[in-house]
């Protein structure tokens, strides 16, 4: 097979996801150096993939009333690519990939549409056997690339914009952010993409470390405002839910010095940019760590310590497993990460 020189990596769907699509890229550049890499994205997540000094190009999903429009996209896709790489396959985006000419197309061979993907591979991710970060990575063996990933030499090459950046601490600044203080992020909700730590289990978490000399940011989409104002404790929290867009949110945990949140897309962005983390995941294989959690070496995890068998979400839910994680220890596990 001929060095590839147009590629493009397909990765449609969250946050989370894009971001743990992103060292696909560094991967693509360190074997085939002169190649054009290109992600294609959904519109919300394209600032993720922006100032990427491994990618060239990023391109948003044409969509209409929510759907991909078939049509729109094989004429932005057609005879520009010579790979495109799927990391989020369906249905739709195997078909428009397959009438844009695209010479070899990579993705599963385990869905009854992997016809339109003439380079398969063939690994059951439901099984949660590796870290999601690893199968993307995975993806790259058609074209002769079999890097061994790990926590300390994975390159996410995330980068928020200078101006994201300036409008960000400007807008601290006027809040009376003290910028010599250390600064937490919490970030709440999840979305439903997993099982949360209660509520009120992160509300003693806040109150807990508002008694030290931090500055604590709490962020949410603009649905989560009323869930994000109940953990304002006192003076030292500030609730930002809806203030930013996702390019401002990068800024803003680019600022701080850590991040407690759940399973949740902005947790892999304080990890991309080497912030210490500290989350919360349930242990069923669908959501667990070993293939949701932040992909670092700066994180603490944790997880029930309800010792159960054959974990399902509806037993999680069930049982409140969550309940079982001592805010206490996560209090002080976030005070040994700053307060050294």
């Known amino acids: 097979m001929n060095p590839p020189k147009n590629i493009l990596i397909v990765r449609t769907d969250r946050i989370g996801d894009v971001v743990l699509s992103l060292p696909m890229a560094a991967i693509i550049k360190k074997h085939f150096p002169k190649c054009k890499v290109t992600f294609l994205l959904r519109q919300y997540t394209k600032p993720l993939a922006e100032n990427n000094p491994f990618i060239d190009e990023v391109i948003t999903l044409i969509e209409e009333n929510g759907k991909p429009s078939i049509g729109k996209n094989v004429a932005l896709l057609k005879n520009k690519y010579d790979v495109c790489v799927v990391a989020y396959p369906t249905y739709t985006i195997g078909l428009i990939l397959f009438l844009s000419s695209i010479k070899t197309r990579i993705g599963t061979g385990y869905r009854w549409y992997s016809f339109f993907f003439n380079k398969k591979v063939y690994e059951h991710r439901k099984y949660g056997e590796r870290h999601e970060l690893e199968y993307n990575v995975r993806l790259l063996q058609p074209l002769g690339i079999n890097e061994e990933v790990n926590e300390e030499n994975v390159s996410f090459g995330i980068s928020p914009s200078q101006e994201n950046k300036e409008k960000v601490k400007n807008d601290l600044t006027s809040l009376g952010i003290d910028f010599s203080k250390q600064i937490i992020t919490v970030h709440p909700g999840s979305g439903g993409s997993a099982v949360d730590l209660p509520i009120d289990k992160m509300k003693t978490i806040i109150s807990s470390l508002s008694l030290e000399p931090l500055e604590i940011l709490i962020t949410g989409s603009s649905s989560e405002k009323e869930l994000c104002q109940s953990l304002v404790v006192n003076n030292s929290t500030i609730n930002l839910a809806g203030k930013y867009n996702l390019g401002e949110l990068m800024a803003l945990i680019d600022l701080s010095d850590l991040m407690i949140a759940n ?60 309940d079982s994680i001592s805010a206490q220890e996560v209090a002080e596990m976030a005070k040994t990460f700053l307060l050294k």
């Not at 897309?265 to 293939?291: E, T």
């Not at 310590?305 to 839910?317: A, G, L, M, S, Y």
């Open 263 to 322: 399973s949740t897309g902005p947790i892999h962005i304080a990890a991309a940019l080497g912030k210490h983390v500290i989350g919360f995941y349930p242990k069923f294989a669908a959501a667990a760590p070993k293939r949701w959690g932040p992909y670092t070496t700066r994180k603490k995890i944790f997880s029930p310590t309800i010792d159960c068998n054959n974990c399902t979400r509806k037993q999680c839910e069930k049982l409140n497993c969550m």
